[in-house]
């Protein structure tokens, strides 16, 4: 059963830029029938798109993150990663990973148990 | 921009049926998928490609979509439903999440 986690730093201090790296097991992140992507969910908040990266590295972002969002891809190690940059308070928010399936449509699952990244000095 | 909007609460008697909508412009021409999230849980996948129910959810879960809305239908609703649940298309490659509802089963 395909599962992935999340994990980084929980605190992160204003204007510098936020690291998390999603782990897959249980199936290969170089499948081509798979996007990977970052979502999250600021508290007591909605669910926001951040982007998403295929097993080549090509990538699709959320336009109002796109000038301060990277997610990359190593194959090697089964991961992905999302760097945030100039981060703020409006930042902070569960961090979720998600498998992107590719169909007809396209739909996320499964999401990784989420982490809560808090932007403070 | 494209935008999702769902009502902020529905409320539903246990064993009544209830009905969540999710409102955009022609949305009916996109798929549409819902996720239902349990406090402190993560998202999990209910509804996909419409109508499309993945493996483990049960058949009390149905959808539709047509013109401006889709709509997640929960059938003869149980107390574990209870749950915020989530529209959600994609726009040009991103992916458009609705409001968010919260269903109370009272």
């Known amino acids: 059963q395909l599962q992935l986690q999340e994990s980084g730093p929980g605190l992160v201090k204003p204007s510098e830029t936020l690291s998390l790296t999603c782990t897959v097991s249980?199936?290969?992140?170089?499948?081509?029938?798979?996007?990977w992507g970052w979502i999250r969910q600021p508290p007591g908040k909605g669910l926001e798109w951040i982007g998403c990266v295929y097993y080549s590295g090509s990538t699709y972002y959320n336009p109002s993150l796109k000038s301060r969002v990277t997610i990359s891809v190593d194959t090697s190690k089964n991961q992905f990663s999302l760097k945030l940059s100039s981060v703020t308070a409006a930042d902070t928010a569960v961090y979720y990973c998600?498998?992107?399936?590719?169909?007809?449509?396209?739909?996320?699952?499964?999401w990784g148990q989420g982490t809560l990244v808090t932007v403070s000095s | 921009s494209f935008e999702l909007t769902q009502p902020p609460s529905v409320s539903v008697s246990p064993g009544q049926t209830a009905s969540i909508t999710c409102s955009g412009d022609?949305?009916?021409?996109?798929?549409a998928s819902w996720y239902r999230q349990k406090p402190g849980q993560s998202p999990v996948l209910v509804i996909y490609q419409d109508t499309k129910r993945p493996s483990g959810i049960p058949e009390r879960f149905s959808g539709s979509n047509s013109g401006n809305t889709a709509t997640l239908t929960i059938s003869g609703t149980q107390a574990m439903d209870e749950a915020d649940y989530y529209c959600?298309?994609?726009?040009?490659?991103?992916?458009?999440f609705g409001t968010g509802t919260k269903v109370t089963v009272v």
């Open positions: 959600q298309a994609w726009d040009s490659g991103t992916a458009v």
């Open positions: 249980g199936g290969s992140i170089s499948s081509s029938s798979y996007y």
């Open positions: 998600a498998r992107v399936v590719v169909d007809a449509n396209n739909w996320l699952d499964p």
């Open positions: 022609k949305l009916g021409d996109r798929y």
